[in-house]
């Protein structure tokens, strides 16, 4: 008689656990975005020479004139160093064009150029050919409810509601770095020691 599967034998310390996580759904929603972002990215380098962050920053800009790096940062949840970066290469390719106001030069504002405007065009019925893909797969009403808790996640997760949500500072990362690589060290030279008891 067919007893079904018999349970696994613990591999080690934390492994089932790790194992655990790739079922998570926050796993499973990650993986996905990078296969959504994987085919974005080649169809946007190939047809249009453009790169996945250098088009959402221009998209950013073209439906809000005016923004402001540290706007486009908020709003795409993306570094601010990495947001002046792309901004920088649309600049050069004269797709957005910056002003700045006599009271805070320090904050330029970004508008769209006639060249980036016309690029967005080419690209939108790419957009909605992708995205018109997945619909069909999903159903109306499949994509109505995956839009629709795709976007409540959004908005519970976009606010911080504990101290352990909020964005490290820099110090915070180096001593993170820091107190980790101690910890990883110690563990090595105690296994190390072990091995060595045991061979003795």
């Known amino acids: 008689m067919d007893e079904g599967p018999k349970p696994r034998t613990r591999s ?8 655990l996580l790739e079922s998570f759904l926050s796993f499973r929603v990650t993986i996905l975005a990078k296969l959504l972002e994987r085919r974005l990215a080649r169809m946007l380098s190939e047809r249009f020479g ?6 959402r920053v221009l998209l950013q800009v073209a439906l809000r004139p005016g923004s402001t ?8 949840f993306v570094d601010k ?7 920088a290469a649309l600049e050069e390719q004269d797709l957005i064009k910056r002003s700045t106001r006599d009271n805070d030069r320090r904050s330029p504002e970004f508008t769209v150029t006639p060249l980036g405007r016309a690029l967005i065009t080419r690209i939108a019925p790419v957009r909605r050919q992708q995205e018109q893909e997945i619909g ?4 109306v ?3 109505e409810q995956l839009a629709t808790t795709i976007q409540s996640l959004i908005e519970i997760l976009s606010l911080p509601t504990r101290e352990a949500d909020l964005e490290p500072t820099a110090m915070q990362r180096r001593r ?3 107190t980790e690589r101690v910890v990883r060290s110690r563990a090595r ?3 190390k020691a072990a091995a060595t008891a045991a061979q003795a």
Do not use: K
């Open 189 to 191: 030279a105690a296994a």
């Open 81 to 87: 160093a990495q947001v002046s970066r792309v901004v």
């Open 176 to 178: 993170a770095i820091r």
């Open 136 to 139: 069909d797969h999903l159903g």
């Open 50 to 55: 453009l790169a996945v962050a250098e088009y």
């Open 141 to 143: 009403a499949g994509a």
């Open 69 to 76: 790096v540290r706007a486009i940062s908020a709003r795409t």
């Open 12 to 19: 080690g310390p934390g492994i089932d656990d790790g194992m």
